[in-house]
């Protein structure tokens, strides 16, 4: 399956922000992320119409999550930026050609179509049971202290690894 570049920085953003308790603006995710603030901006925007994360506005404003990260999947944030339409589509290719299949013959997917829709399940569960919390927990076991950094930064505050 091919994914834009929008869903890793969406992913990153989400993950950071479920380790924040204060509202972070799009330009300090941006330059955490060292991505073009422009570009982060349009994703926040998908992830908000989602429900995913909302703005807060003034002076201390920015993005929070919706709801807790152990409530949001991979998943989630994949189909808020590139949308929910499968990845493949059958076109009945089957009727097209100087042998093409009858309209009764086509009632039943073929077996290619039945391999990219179990594989596209297969694909949309995996990332349904991996939440933002699972993500932050495996950032946290293989770089300690990575998300402490993270959220101090965020925060503006000096952090000082152990």
Same mark, same amino acid.
């Given at each position: 399956?091919?994914?834009? *570049? !929008?869903?890793? &920085? ?5 993950? *950071?922000?479920? =380790? ?26 998908? /992830? ?7 703005? $807060?506005?003034?002076?201390? !404003? ?6 807790? !990260? *152990?409530?949001?999947? $991979?998943?989630?944030? $994949? ?5 929910p339409e499968p990845a493949f589509r059958c076109t009945e290719i089957r009727q097209q050609g100087p042998l093409p299949a009858t309209g009764e013959a086509c009632k039943v997917p073929c077996g290619i179509a039945k391999v990219m829709a179990a594989a596209e399940t297969a694909w949309r569960d995996s990332l349904q049971? $991996? =939440? /933002?919390? +699972?993500?932050?927990?495996? /950032? +946290?076991?293989?770089?300690?202290? *990575? &998300? +402490?950094?993270?959220?101090? &930064? ?9």
């Open positions: 399956m091919k994914m834009s *570049a !929008g869903v890793e &920085w969406s992913l990153h953003c989400c993950t *950071a922000l479920s =380790t924040s308790a204060r509202p972070v603006p799009v330009t300090k995710l941006a330059e955490l992320h060292g991505v073009s603030q422009t570009y982060l901006a349009k994703h926040m925007q998908a /992830l908000s119409r989602a429900g995913l994360i909302h703005a $807060v506005e003034g002076r201390d !404003g920015g993005y929070l999550l919706s709801r807790p !990260g *152990a409530e949001i999947s $991979v998943y989630d944030v $994949v189909q808020a930026v590139d949308g049971a $991996v =939440t /933002l919390a +699972d993500l932050a927990a495996t /950032l +946290d076991s293989t770089s300690p202290g *990575a &998300w +402490d950094a993270v959220r101090h &930064w965020l925060s503006g505050t000096r952090f000082d690894a152990p």
